[in-house]
């Protein structure tokens, strides 16, 4: 190993570590997560260094011969669970019973520690419902900085990206698409990168106005890259968003961009035990 | 990020923006949408901004065990159902038992609102008979003005597929083949895409009189980007027609194309069920 | 759309339309699809137009618990359907269980319209051993003129393959293997097609006193765009053809080559049922 | 077809008739292949034109709730079966559980027919210990004789395999690996695949002392191209045989490597079943 | 074969032979591998030639029907198992329940003898939470001297590793991903292969604080080539850690890395049971 080698070493060290203390949380975060404080919806959902777990499930067979009494509790129960732990996560559910192959409703869980969220996933597998549903997929990812498109280095998009609002109707649907990248993208230099993430951005902005976004940060976590979130009422303009972010060349570097894509109805947690338990 | 780029990036924003507009859907059909309209079938086949909720079943082992009066009692309780919801979803059921492995009978569901199509995929699947089905496959796509074969763009080709009327007999099967491209597709020039998709229109032109089509958009919906859907009487022209798909360069393009590929008989939803219920 | 690409647009609608009407059924193939005359083996293992449909079973854990007399008569209870459906389907079995990890058993059923093929699976799947079975393949295709080593494009290799019988054993083993092609193959010139498919045969020659072929087009019916069917009691010289096919250029085109290869002996129905009844 | 065309085709056909006669078995197998002779262990383990069985098995949840004592006489009953049938199969077995995710033991049969393997595994599947796993990989090949490495093509490397012999401790375990190569390997001039066998052979002599191998072919048998089967008692040595075979340039035209790579531990037949039903 | 080839050949012999003896296990671990000697901890995962076995669980659903008394003696009963067994294996157990889709724990056994590990994961299996636990994956590997970044081959990069050490909180966490290397990795020159893993290995360095990870090898053994093992209780390095590793160009070689990711809590083997069994 040569002079020049061990040169390029250490300025490899050097960038390692200032990207790692760019991705470090802020404090404010840090504190978050020593978990004493309850978790506000606005700020969990905003926060960096927040862990998301996302699990799907599909409901048993022999949910069907729960005694109905039994499977109507079941919304209240979910409710109770969810306000017990109501200090450590965030919970949504979601309904896709209907629309899925594979699943019936998923889970997102927002926590500033992932054991919490661990722990709620596991009480809620003990409950009437997680006992008589199966997991089809699970996720986890933690939200991070903006890396790419921030106030330094593309501060137009940086802008655009943070003045335009969503002017749409509630959003009645949900969509989670997980997002693995190839060997090629992550050997790109970072201005490189950079510019093909301005290429992704750019044709985002005009449906601002009617999808939202969300995404958690996987590699090693998990057999993905990122986990996608999307909120909108207007299905037709997602599609085209989609298709959008499907005609950039970024697209070329994805090895998985759905599998599963999962699409389901925007609910309160008891109305969607309550929709599976009629 | 320099001036240039901005520039590209606002022309971008400008045509994506045009696209939408493009595809927007027509007043009328938006009208549609509300859902208090009784479903024509004729009009929701042919509108734009229409969703297709594909659904296809396998029965469980359990279904020889449900009595042989209440198996039969399954076709009239499906019939009824749809009759219930005949102002929001237009249903069709197909045969497969018997020609496929992986299921015996699927749905097609359209509906102006996808939470339409879903509330009456949720109350099938609480019938005798979807209580013992499993999903092996479901698929949601919406439909949209044409893109590329347009009086505009493609005059001829758009007239030839006007002008050309199906003069088979009924058509007794029905396919269902998702579609998905690749990168390199999405991000080709749209003059190079029409010229592929001309190229594509052309061989189909000859089995317009012995094959019907219809396509469903599901980019982000779904794993898929299309829902092709073929009704045909004689499937040694619709082989040939897939034969002839296969010989254009789009077909490069292509990541998914079937898997499943589904064949079903087109029967009345109670005869499908009969058939299912001996 | 220039001139010139509506020239070509025309002579490629020509060009389609004649080869649709050379792979259009012989008038004979026609009559017989009416299905009023009886299934002659010979006739409809050589008629062009002829569905086959490849179902492989596999039996249910279930079936050890069905009581012996009830499994005794399975054999009969299939042999009877057989019969009962003489006039519309030619059925076969062959036995895997013992060879296969995935199946017990298949049929291959030939009729001269896809529906009837499909009314005997349905009713086959309602016999006892029917109910105690999963399918975990079906495969349909359908049988056309040879394509490119005709009497005309391939004289010599044409009649190579009509001048040579099988000298061997009455053959114990049968092997199904699907065939599918990539795009580039179907985009090939038809000129070079052909000569791909003379340097496929020609190797082939050799074994024709020792295996039979017999092959089943599948584009658009299903996932596959062949279904090949093999007879021979020479394990050895199959397994020396297949490599003789693995060796010539047009194997670059596979997608899929097998997946599943199903071997099985070849027996008459009622012993394999009854074979799997002991 | 010109003159030149069907020169070369001639000239192949004669190459394949002579690939043909070499590949034949030697008059030796072929009367033993009658099935009359008592199976010799040394000797079907050498001869050419055996078929090999391998079948991979993983108890049913089932096998916890047979009785004890029922699951104790597992063991004789299995022995019981082997010895029924020492006059037309060669049976081990291997026991995998704890080790591998999808199959608690396996079973390679050795036969001088097909069918008599078929016959033996059929009557294995109806044991007691059989009725309670289910098949998770079955797959059967044919031995040969030396394909590249023989005394004609490559005299010192087939010396040097020839002098070689196995020194180490009686094995205690035996490894399966599928192989399947791509069309670009096949379609290879056997000068150069004679040359890569010769590259991947060399790395293979200093392993000779410490693992045993042997090949079954199964082109067109199976969805593989070959069985290779591997003894040992060093597993350190084992892991660098196969980093070396993954090493040569031959390793680049694999398509299956595995999937799956089954390691057992070698016991007698009746102790893998009792080491099952404790 | 000529001179050169032979000439090649030997060298290739002598190459192989070298790799082999660096590469065999030095006398201490060859001592400790006859098992006589009780496992110590920090020793056992420090020595080269120790098998890893790594089983992932999934609970079945009938463990809901366990009552709750037996549920609750599981993790005694599987307590007891590891101390009767202390003097062959070393157990960990993790809990992935609440994180994984697959799984609800695994299981990491160290041994100095395969087979030993083998014996104590078979008893595992007729445990109570054995029985009524499905095994997702199963991976078996084996320690080895460090290969590329030695004292002699990279002595700065080797000097790095040796002089950081962990600072962090008592992991919390530990991840398990399978890592599979394509051809053309096995086939780059031994120096070219030494400078990728010292460009894989510069960016960990940062890393060393606060994530420990530990390798065993696996090719020939199973259908992977590495385990990787790591522990942390910073998720948010990890990931920024697996991001690195994803952008230097040894990435580009893999053809597995992760499949499946598995992420679960450090317990003791005690509490992972008992939090099964709530």
Redesign the interface.
């Known amino acids: 190993?040569g002079h020049s080698?061990?040169h390029n070493?250490q300025a490899?060290?050097v960038a390692?570590?200032t990207?790692?203390a760019i991705?470090?949380?802020p404090a404010v975060a840090q504190q978050a997560a020593t978990g004493d404080v309850p978790i506000e919806r606005q700020k969990i959902l905003k926060d960096p260094?927040v862990?998301g777990?996302f699990?799907?499930f599909k409901l048993?067979?022999?949910w069907?011969n729960v005694p109905s009494a039994k499977r109507k509790d079941a919304a209240v129960e979910v409710k109770k669970l969810i306000e017990k732990h109501r200090d450590i996560v965030l919970v949504d559910l979601y309904?896709t019973?209907?629309?899925?192959?594979?699943s019936d409703f998923f889970l997102r869980v927002n926590a500033y520690d992932?054991?919490k969220?661990?722990?709620?996933?596991?009480e809620f597998?003990?409950t009437t419902i997680g006992?008589n549903a199966d997991?089809?997929?699970?996720l986890?990812g933690?939200t991070?900085p903006l890396n790419y498109i921030t106030k330094d280095k593309?501060?137009?998009?940086n802008a655009a990206l943070g003045s335009t609002a969503y002017t749409g109707d509630a959003p009645?649907?949900a969509?989670v698409?997980p997002v693995k990248k190839n060997?090629?993208w992550?050997?790109l230099p970072a201005e490189q990168r950079l510019?093909e993430m301005?290429a992704h951005t750019?044709?985002t902005?005009?449906y601002l106005v009617n999808v939202k976004r969300k995404l958690y940060?996987?590699?090693?976590?998990?057999?993905t890259?990122f986990i996608t979130y999307f909120e909108t009422n207007d299905?037709?303009?997602?599609?085209?968003?989609?298709?959008?972010l499907?005609?950039?060349?970024e697209?070329?570097y994805?090895v998985r961009w759905?599998?599963?894509?999962t699409?389901g109805?925007i609910l309160s947690p008891e109305n969607v035990i309550k929709?599976l338990s009629?």
């Open positions: 190993m080698l061990i070493l490899n060290i390692v570590a990207i790692f991705q470090a949380l260094g862990f777990v699990t799907i048993r067979h022999e069907n309904l019973r209907g629309l899925e192959a594979n992932l054991v969220a661990q722990i709620f996933m596991r597998r003990s006992k997991v089809f997929e699970a986890a933690v991070k593309s501060p137009e998009l009645r649907y969509i698409i060997a090629e992550w050997n510019k301005e750019a044709p902005l005009p940060h996987s590699t090693g976590l998990d057999d890259d299905l037709v303009a997602f599609n085209n968003l989609l298709i959008s499907a005609s950039v060349p697209n070329k994805h759905g599998n599963p894509t699409l109805a929709a009629e």
